[in-house]
Every structure is written in structure tokens, then in C-alpha cells.
């Protein structure tokens, strides 16, 4: 396919168009970042020049690199690619409930670019750069800011925290993506967790396996599984679509590696909120050992509403897919509550009632089936509710 030229741009969107496409540092310079780009890669509806338009002025940056533009349909503005990455008109509408920080993240902030949420677990945000930005990302307050990626310096307050509060147990490394980060300040981090030996894990949050799966090569994976004894990769994939040969060469790389890999998906309206769409994406992760691992509501993140669904959405897509999936391929569907207050698992009611150690359940067919409690132990207490 030839490079799609329009307005003097000439926009690559194909591994044949340049020898440097699998140059990740390629790729990253490379991406839109404009309207006029995404014009001239795009036949842009009116809603989505409007978007650009607001988005290039005062909102929330544009990128999207070649490889992800390579996944979008040029002509159809409802390609669930593209509503991902191409802003729309309606950023600019606050709907009830919208939160600037859905997360409470600021208000959660123990050390610079450090927050903390739940007892075990710490949050590092390492860099506000992203390959891509998502239009429904929930650090759309502070992504793309220009801060660029944190040194160690910076990030030295944030560590001595965590040397002062042992019972945190696993540091999430997120930002923006840190994976956009060279490979050097990569090993530098995770050598300097590494050196907290109470830590169980560090779980390095990225969306590079998906829009930008040319970073992941072997050194990278070398770094990742070499300067810290236990890295876990959460990527996010949020479309079969997206599961892109690249993607895949990814994905096996860091397994093969030694790296235990999981999924996190957004629900998302007109992007994945149907069982058929999700059930293809979680057969497709399995099949590449990577576990599907959360199903989220979408964060009620100011300016997305027209990408949220109702939760009887979710709902109804895990009551489709239980029982039809394998219990590896089926995530948790969970709500991150607003401000901060932690996740919830929400589904399906299973339990249709209970009564002196009998529990009516419901099965995946619909049908309601007893379980019964054991006798208690206690002959004082035979037959505890
Ligand atoms: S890659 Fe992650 S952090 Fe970056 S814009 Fe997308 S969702 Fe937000």
C-alpha cells in the first residue's frame, strides 16, 4: 500500500513504506501528533476534526504511532482503533459524576510522583510519555505534560518512602509508560527496587506490547528480567484488532523471556462492549500466554463519557462469557471506584439466596442448584447460617 499523501504530509502507515519501521525510536518520533497529520492519514468526520481541533488548543495531547496507525480503518470513524486514539468533539463535554483525578491519585500522593492506595501495594509514576495517547486515559490530567521521564533524583524522595513503609509489599511502574523510557534508565530503576529486598513484585504497566511492540527486543527483556528478581508485565489490549503479528512477536518475546505477562482491558462503548468482540480478544491473549487479567469499567475520567457504558454493560458481558470461557481466558470485571476508594469486583449475582448452610447458586445455564455447608464442627452450633 502506498504512503497515503495528502496537504504535502506524507504519512507512513505501513511496514513497506520505511526501512526504519521496526525501530522503536522510529516509530515514537514518527507519530501524529496533529490535526493536520491525522488529516492527512485520516478522512476525519467533522466530530473528529473538532476534537483534534479542541485537543491541539488546550486538551489532551495526540499521538499515534505508525504501527497503530497501521490498525486503523482510514475511511470509518467508528473503527474501535481509532476511537481509542482519534479525539473527538464530545472530550469537550462534562458529564455527571466526570472527575479531573478519578482516582483520587493526588490527593493519595506520599512522595513525588509516588501514591499510595491500599496497604500493600504503591503506585510509581515514572514518566508522564506515552507511545499513543488514549483518549480515555485516566491521567489525562498530567500525561503528555512535558515532564518527560523522572530521574533517579527525582524519583529519590519516593524511594526513601518506600524504605520507610516495609509493608509495601509490590511497586506498580507506570506513568505514562515507562517502557517509552530508554532501556538504561529502565535497569537503573529497577536495579535501585531491587535493592529493596521485601519487595514481592514490581509490576511495570504498559501499553507498549500494543501500539508500540517494536520496543520490546531482547535487551529489553534481558533488563526486565535481570535488574529486579521478580517483574510482572501488565500490557492492555482492548481489541482483537489489535492483536497484530507484532504484537505477537512481542508478547511470546517477553514470556519467552522468563516474564509473567497479564492483560488489562477498558470497557469501552463502541470499542469492545460486546461478549463476541471480548471473548475473540481474551481466546487470542490466551493463546499467547498472556492472561487476561482485569475487565475495567472505565474510569469517569473528565471528558469520556461517550466512551463509558452503563455497569449493567459489564455485567451482562460476564454473565455471556462465564461458562463459555476458560476460567484462564475470563479477567475479574472491576470498578475503580471514584476518589480513590479502591476496586471492586462486580458481576453477575451468583448466590440467588441463603438459609442455615443452604446456598441456592446460580450456574452459567441459568439453572439454580443447593450447595450445602458442612456440619459444624461445634456440636453446640450444628448448623451455623
Ligand atoms: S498508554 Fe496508558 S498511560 Fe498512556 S495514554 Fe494510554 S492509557 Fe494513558
Redo the contacts with the bound molecule.
Keep these: 500500500m502506498p504512503p497515503f499523501v495528502s496537504r504535502g504530509l506524507e504519512i507512513v502507515r505501513d511496514p513497506a513504506d520505511s526501512p526504519r519501521w521496526d525501530d522503536w525510536r522510529w516509530q515514537a518520533s514518527s507519530a501524529l501528533r496533529s490535526l493536520a497529520e491525522l488529516d492527512a492519514a485520516l478522512r476525519l468526520s467533522d466530530d473528529e476534526r473538532a476534537g483534534a481541533t479542541r485537543a491541539e488548543a488546550e486538551g489532551f495531547p495526540i499521538a499515534i504511532t505508525p504501527h497503530t496507525l497501521s490498525l486503523i480503518d482510514r475511511e470509518d470513524p467508528s473503527c474501535p482503533i481509532r476511537r481509542q486514539f482519534v479525539p473527538s468533539a464530545a472530550e469537550a463535554i462534562e458529564v455527571p459524576g466526570d472527575l479531573r483525578d478519578p482516582l483520587g491519585e493526588e490527593a493519595n500522593e506520599v512522595a513525588p510522583n509516588l501514591v499510595c492506595r491500599y496497604p500493600d501495594r504503591a503506585l510509581l509514576l515514572a514518566t508522564d510519555r506515552?507511545?499513543?495517547?488514549?483518549r480515555?486515559?485516566?491521567?489525562?490530567r498530567m500525561?503528555g505534560d512535558g515532564g518527560g521521564p523522572r530521574s533517579l533524583a527525582k524519583l529519590e524522595e519516593a524511594f526513601q518512602w518506600l524504605e520507610r513503609n516495609r509493608q509495601v509489599r509490590e511497586v506498580i511502574v507506570?506513568?505514562?509508560?515507562p517502557l517509552v523510557m530508554g532501556t538504561g534508565r529502565i535497569r537503573r530503576l529497577l536495579e535501585r527496587l531491587g535493592a529493596m529486598d521485601w519487595l514481592d513484585t514490581v509490576r511495570i504497566?504498559?501499553?507498549a506490547p500494543v501500539?508500540i511492540p517494536q520496543r520490546i527486543d531482547a535487551e529489553l527483556c534481558r533488563v526486565l528480567r535481570e535488574s529486579h528478581p521478580s517483574v510482572w508485565v501488565m500490557t492492555?489490549f482492548n481489541h482483537p484488532k489489535e492483536l497484530s503479528e507484532a504484537s505477537h512477536r512481542a508478547c511470546a518475546m517477553l514470556v519467552d523471556h522468563g516474564l509473567p505477562v497479564m492483560n488489562q482491558s477498558v470497557l469501552l462503548r463502541g470499542v469492545n462492549d460486546d461478549p463476541d468482540t471480548l471473548e475473540a480478544l481474551f481466546r487470542g491473549l490466551v493463546r499467547w500466554r498472556v492472561r487476561p487479567y482485569y475487565l475495567l469499567q472505565a474510569d469517569v475520567v473528565r471528558g469520556t463519557g461517550h466512551l463509558r457504558t452503563p455497569i449493567s454493560t459489564g455485567i451482562h458481558i460476564m454473565e455471556r462469557l462465564q461458562g463459555r470461557l476458560s476460567g484462564i481466558a475470563l479477567p475479574k470485571l472491576i470498578c475503580d471506584t471514584p476518589n480513590g476508594r479502591g476496586k471492586v469486583p462486580i458481576g453477575p449475582a451468583t448466590i440467588v439466596a441463603s438459609e442455615g448452610g443452604r446456598h441456592t447458586l446460580k450456574t452459567f445455564r441459568g439453572e439454580e442448584v443447593d450447595y450445602l455447608d458442612p456440619p459444624s464442627p461445634d456440636p453446640e452450633d450444628p448448623a451455623p447460617a
Design positions: 506515552c507511545a499513543v495517547y488514549c480515555f486515559c485516566t491521567r489525562s500525561v507506570s506513568g505514562g509508560d504497566a504498559t501499553r501500539t492492555h
